[in-house]
């Protein structure tokens, strides 16, 4: 049977070729081009198409380096089928250190997007009407916010068999239950029958090489399952199958002490932390009221009451 062509913005990338592409998004005040850079990498022998992308909030740093490891050591390179690869979906925030675009939208809620709408929708039309037709499968890296520290993980809705398979290819230390949210890129990935994981780990704007790591190795074992490459690193890890989660938030306003990082397994009543006044008078105990994995911890030190401190993943 003849392939399909394969044509990224007018380019048709033949099999046993790796290219680089430059999708035209908008022209800024000073009449500088913004340009979306797409990596495309075939093997010879079809097969399907994995997209990698990450930087879909500027600040979250680690999915941008993930993506570079990969491209770099040229492991990203299948034997079988295609890899597209975007390193920085969000260009904006990226050159601004910043999670949202300059009109202060969030990309990842502007999904499937608009030609001629804000900036946020014009990228996210751009991936939808220029990638998404090719992609079969796809992971979409991401970092916990400002000061929150999300332990490696996949994101996916388990009621989905094709995700859940994924995941397993994946294995990162957690695979956690995670429905989709409206006009997310996910949420519009699978209204156009594609299926694509999001991965988390570490925190925006600080590398942490564990989270990167596991990332990277994830992806291998990724495209190992997905027949795109022969060998993949082994996995040295259980992995935890999480069905809820919730978030643990603080009752008192004060600095937040925690005594517990990412990872670790919390029993029911169990004392993760103190919040303290300022001036050394006053210490209240935080507990949870039930066990669990911390998936995610705030080390923001000063919290007002309400605030969110450790995200809680639960295995039933």
């Known amino acids: 049977m003849k392939e399909k062509p394969f044509t990224i913005n007018g380019e048709t990338i033949p099999l ?25 990498f075939r093997a010879k022998e079809p097969g399907p198409t994995l997209l990698l992308t990450a930087g879909m909030h500027g600040d979250e740093t680690n999915g941008i380096e993930i993506v570079r490891q990969l491209i770099s050591s040229k492991k990203i390179m299948p ?15 990226f050159l601004q250190h910043a999670r949202y675009l300059p009109d202060g ?11 001629s709408g804000s900036l946020a929708k014009r990228v996210a039309w751009a991936v939808m009407n220029d990638i998404m037709p090719l992609v079969d499968y796809g992971v979409d890296f991401h970092t916990g916010g400002a000061n929150v520290s999300n332990y490696p993980q996949i994101r996916c809705e388990f009621k989905y068999t094709t995700n859940r398979k994924l995941a397993a290819f994946f294995n990162a230390p957690f695979t956690l239950n995670s429905t989709m949210i409206e006009k997310s890129f996910r949420k519009a990935a699978h209204k ?7 991965y988390e780990g570490g925190e925006s704007m600080r590398f942490d090489d ?11 074992r990724l495209m190992k399952g997905l027949e795109m ?11 935890l199958v999480l069905r809820k989660s919730k978030w643990i938030r603080a009752r008192y306003s004060g600095l937040f002490h ?27 105990k935080v507990k949870v009221s039930e066990g669990g994995y911390v998936i995610g911890l705030n080390y923001t030190p000063v919290l007002n009451a309400g605030d969110a401190i450790l995200h809680l993943g639960k295995e039933h």
């Not at 790796?18 to 979306?36: E, G, K, Y």
């Not at 034997?79 to 925030?93: H, K, Q």
């Not at 490459?229 to 992995?239: C, F, H, I, V, W």
């Open 258 to 284: 925690p005594f517990v990082k990412p990872g670790d397994k919390i029993r029911r009543n169990q004392e993760i932390g103190t919040i303290t006044d300022p001036y050394g008078e006053t210490t209240y």
């Open 79 to 93: 034997e079988r089928g295609s890899v597209i690869a975007i390193p920085i979906v969000n260009i904006y925030g």
């Open 192 to 198: 156009a029958g594609k299926n694509i994981l999001v």
């Open 210 to 220: 564990f989270a990167i790591r596991e990332a990277i190795d994830g992806t291998l």
């Open 105 to 115: 939208k969030d990309l990842n809620r502007s999904f499937p997007g608009h030609k």
């Open 16 to 40: 046993g070729s790796s290219v680089q592409i430059h999708l035209r998004i908008a022209r800024l005040p000073t009449h500088t081009n913004i340009d979306l850079p797409v990596y495309v």
């Open 229 to 239: 490459r022969s060998t993949a690193p082994e996995y040295l890890r259980q992995n």
